[in-house]
């Protein structure tokens, strides 16, 4: 406390020295640009964003800046020595795996079903895929459509069932 009542002080002295307030923002902004005495016939006012700090631009302006940077920095390709780009083969089916076919799904469900013995009570997704690796979600879902087992929960927490025939 007794610092800044110091520095007070000083202020009002300066003030009461210079005999206006004009006067010592124009000795606060010779200071601040680094020249400790003013110029005679040269007192100005010292400007408000001299005295405050500049914001700090936003994320999205500084990103536009430092990628305007970059852009500016690459050269442009030599025509000479650039390699030719090459066109990517188009995937099949626009990059997703097929549906299983019915039989497919039909030779799924047997499996499975063949596994029931070996399997706990209840039994999860993951316990079937250990026994039949060839196993979706789906499998289990028509066996359950089909009558074959019974399921309670969802998503993780799905279990089922082997219904008595």
């Known amino acids: 406390m007794g610092i800044i009542k110091q520095a007070l002080d000083k202020v009002d002295a300066?003030?009461?020295e210079l005999g206006g307030?004009?006067?010592l923002a124009a000795i606060v902004e010779l200071k601040l640009m680094g020249s400790e005495k003013?110029?005679?016939g040269r007192w100005r006012p010292a400007k408000l964003e001299i005295l405050?700090?500049?914001?700090?631009?936003n994320r999205r302006a500084r990103r536009?800046?430092?990628a305007g940077k970059r852009a500016a920095a690459k050269k442009p390709a030599d025509p000479k020595t650039a390699k030719p780009k090459?066109?990517?083969a188009p995937k099949a089916n626009g990059g997703r795996k097929p549906r299983a076919t019915e039989e497919e799904m039909a030779k799924r469900k047997a499996d499975v079903v063949a596994a029931f013995p070996k399997l706990p009570?209840?039994?999860a997704k993951a316990d079937v895929m250990k026994l039949v690796p060839d196993?979706?979600?789906r499998t289990l879902a028509l066996l359950v459509k089909d009558g074959k087992l019974t399921q309670r929960g969802e998503k993780k927490n799905t279990k089922y069932w082997v219904k008595a025939a």
């Open 21 to 23: 307030l004009a006067e």
């Open 52 to 57: 405050t700090p500049a914001p700090e631009p």
């Open 14 to 16: 300066l003030a009461a």
């Open 135 to 137: 196993v979706e979600s």
């Open 38 to 40: 003013p110029q005679a």
């Open 64 to 66: 536009a800046a430092k």
């Open 121 to 123: 009570v209840p039994f």
């Open 86 to 88: 090459t066109e990517k």
